[in-house]
């Protein structure tokens, strides 16, 4: 079963609100969350580094007051998409890692669209 | 620069008919790579994760192998069912543990 769970897996919205998503780490406390970012027939590109209890680390080009990401507890990292347009569009993934196993698993992602 | 390139991008085959997915990578010190299937619409489903050249791993008609530059991915007798994208991803040691990702291969297996 899935052991990281991410919610909604698809949210529209209009153009300037903004959205929050969630990501649940279900079965292991993971202190560093991942958020990448993946386009139709793309890679997956990393967005940030969520880290529990301290500020997240952003990727090049990502900007850190549009993206807010925050890790509220060893099993959750959100991320919210602030005054959203069109073009943040797109399929947003986090991943985590189990450090005992060295597995990093991914949510099942969330499909963002803005009218 | 690390990088992390599939290929081919897309395979089809027919049922029964092996073949192998290629993943070269340049990295400053690998920590690990990894193997992720994922379906349209889905986040990535773990598959393996290699550690040092020579390493196998196999579960059910997948098989990987790691060298120093590349990585493969063999599939034995595939199924329609393993239709999917297959994408390849490092971790660097500087990157800490996030991963690069290749673009994939899609697989297309045919009845």
């Known amino acids: 079963g899935a052991v990281v769970s991410q919610h909604p897996s698809r949210v529209i919205c209009k153009s300037g609100t903004s959205v929050k998503i969630e990501c649940r780490s279900l079965?292991?406390?993971?202190?560093?969350m991942f958020w990448y970012r993946q386009f139709p027939k793309q890679s997956l590109m990393l967005m940030a580094t969520?880290?529990?209890?301290?500020?997240?680390?952003?990727e090049q080009g990502v900007e850190k007051d549009k993206f807010l990401i925050n890790h509220a507890s060893l099993t959750l990292s959100t991320l919210t998409v602030t005054s959203a347009h069109p073009e943040d569009s797109s399929f947003y993934i986090c991943?985590?890692?189990?450090?005992?196993?060295?597995?990093?698993?991914f949510g099942e992602g969330s499909r963002l669209t803005v009218l | 620069e690390d990088q992390v390139t599939q290929s081919p991008e897309a395979l089809r085959l027919q049922e029964g008919e092996s073949s192998s997915l290629n993943c070269s990578y340049t990295?400053?010190?690998?920590?690990?790579l990894f193997w992720y299937r994922q379906d349209p619409g889905k986040g990535p489903e773990f598959l393996f994760t290699?550690?040092?050249a020579g390493e196998e791993k196999e579960k059910e008609r997948l098989k990987a192998t790691l060298t120093k530059k590349e990585s493969f991915l063999h599939i034995t007798a595939p199924k329609p069912e393993d239709s999917a994208t297959y994408l390849c991803?490092?971790?660097?040691?500087?990157?800490?543990?996030?991963?690069?990702f290749g673009k994939g291969t899609t697989l297309s297996v045919s009845s």
């Open positions: 991943s985590a890692g189990k450090t005992s196993t060295g597995e990093l698993f």
């Open positions: 079965d292991f406390q993971a202190t560093t």
């Open positions: 969520s880290n529990e209890g301290s500020k997240a680390t952003y």
């Open positions: 990295v400053s010190g690998l920590r690990g």
């Open positions: 290699l550690y040092s």
């Open positions: 991803a490092v971790q660097a040691n500087q990157a800490g543990t996030a991963l690069i």
